[in-house]
């Protein structure tokens, strides 16, 4: 199955009441493990890609291709968006030009009227592309890719504003920051993701940081129009874990225990383990 745009899968899950995961990957591993289990899952599911992680990979251009292939050799029959997280404006233009299906344009921190122009322009080529875009108002807390912000709240009005342009889904942040989550962090605002929706209708909404927000929580989300859920710094730690008690036990030191293959398995199995946990939470199992 060919990559696909993520409208289609967003508008689905916004009204089934359930969230498509973006597992952002990093590496052949990363990608494959997610792959592997949305299809033994039957899920949608978005593979993300920061501006960090494209670089390391080689470029956007190495991404698709691979992605692309591991589609077809793996025979995965559910829908897959590779998608651009939050790219600036020189990025979303490189992985137009790369082959993705889905960039998001974080012009959280411009000015809302550079916001607002810079995502105009993008709606314009998304669409003759067939590409989804997903938009951002209010910074999501913590750092990403060097980026650094307080996790302010969005302002409504600017996210109908942003809306309005066209886009397919929104970010807003309410509260949410990347990483780990602090043990004085105050949860996520509900008041001000309710008072997004009743702004922007029916558009999906994106909820970045999904890593450590509580079940209650991201199923609250999920009912004031939380259709697409970001999930990356809990596939790092499981990995690491995994990883760590592999070398630890001295696994391996025995026979070719430290051929890459053997060495990164138990890795990959925890990264599986964890996204087959995020779609049960998130509700998107069976519904490719």
Known sequence: MALVSAKEMLEKARDGKYAVGQFNINNLEWTKSILQTAEELRSPVILGVSEGAGKYMTGFKTVAAMVKAMIEELKITVPVA??????????????IEAGFSSIMFDGSHFPIDENIEKTKELVKVCKKHKMSLEAEVGAIGGEEDGVIGKGECANP??????????????????????????????????????????KVGDMPLVLHGGTGIPTDMIKKAISLGVAKINVNTECQLSFQEATRKYIEEGKDLVGKGFDPRKLLAPGCEAIKATVREKMEIFGSIGKA
């Not at 590779?82 to 992985?95: A, N, P, R, S």
């Not at 889904?169 to 509900?190: D, T, V």
């Open 157 to 198: 009005d600017e996210c109908k504003k942003i809306a309005d342009l066209g886009v397919t889904m929104l970010a807003a942040g309410i509260g949410n920051i990347h990483g780990k989550y602090p043990e004085n962090w105050e949860g996520l605002s509900f008041e001000t993701l309710a008072a997004v929706k009743e």
């Open 82 to 95: 590779l998608h651009l997280d939050h790219g600036t404006y020189e990025g979303c233009y490189k992985c």
